[in-house]
T-cell receptor, first 112, second 111 residues
Framework: DGGITQSPKYLFRKEGQNVTLSCEQN?????MYWYRQDPGQGLRLIYY???????QKGDIAEGYSVSREKKESFPLTVTSAQKNPTAFYLC???????????FGSGTRLTVV | QKEVEQNSGPLSVPEGAIASLNCTYS??????FFWYRQYSGKSPELIMS????GDKEDGRFTAQLNKASQYVSLLIRDSQPSDSATYLC???????????FGTGTRLQVFP
């Protein structure tokens, strides 16, 4: 079955640590996106990539980094520079925005 | 002005009633419009898309688009407690190939 797989489902980070969230899709979509969602809040765009080896900052890119070495994969690293990383992280993919996005099941990151 | 605006709710309706969810957008040349449903703790799920003025029906769901007034709505007929969720409106932008999401409306359907 085609879809987007995010892992892990739950992640705990200590202060000062970098952590990487995985996102893999087998939908053959060109574009992939990372969003952050805080409790009771909407989706905020962190980074997006519309083609391999290229990506752009979204609205809240500070403290995050990404790579897009393969079409199927778009990992997100939450660095120690991100001071408030506790949130629900969602990865999405799509061919064109006009077709809508498909979302992964999300990763819930908590700072301990 | 936010690009996509929704009333955060909660919107409370009794079981069997029609739930009406509204969304306004600021980009006059937006072409594609979507409704996503998000259950608590889960990821958004695409439930409706609409591209031209008028109504589009899919089961108990009807999406309505009025480009002149820049609003899109979602009607849920015969609302069920299982429809209780947050509904996100999303709109394409004219200058980038991205979706812009509203903050969502929380719907509560009580028995």
């Amino acid at each position: 079955d085609g879809g987007i797989t995010q892992s892990p489902k739950y992640l705990f980070r200590k202060e000062g640590q970098n952590v990487t969230l995985s996102c893999e899709q087998n939908l053959n979509h060109d574009a992939m996106y990372w969003y952050r969602q805080d409790p009771g809040q909407g989706l905020r765009l962190i980074y997006y990539s519309q083609i391999v080896n290229d990506f752009q900052k979204g609205d809240i890119a500070e403290g995050y980094s990404v790579s897009r070495e393969k079409k199927e994969s778009f990992p997100l690293t939450v660095t120690s520079a991100q001071k408030n990383p506790t949130a629900f992280y969602l990865c999405a993919s799509g061919d064109r925005a006009g077709d809508g996005y498909t979302f992964g099941s999300g990763t819930r990151l908590t700072v301990v | 002005q936010k690009e996509v605006e929704q009333n955060s709710g909660p919107l409370s309706v009794p079981e069997g009633a029609i739930a009406s969810l509204n969304c306004t957008y600021s980009d006059r040349v937006s072409q594609s419009f979507f409704w996503y449903r998000q259950y608590s703790g889960k990821s958004p799920e695409l439930i409706m898309s609409i591209y031209s003025n008028g109504d589009k029906e899919d089961g108990r769901f009807t999406a309505q688009l009025n480009k002149a007034s820049q609003y899109v709505s979602l009607l849920i007929r015969d609302s069920q407690p299982s429809d209780s969720a947050t509904y996100l409106c999303a709109v394409t932008t004219s200058n980038t190939d991205k979706l812009i999401f509203g903050t969502g409306t929380r719907l509560q359907v009580f028995p």
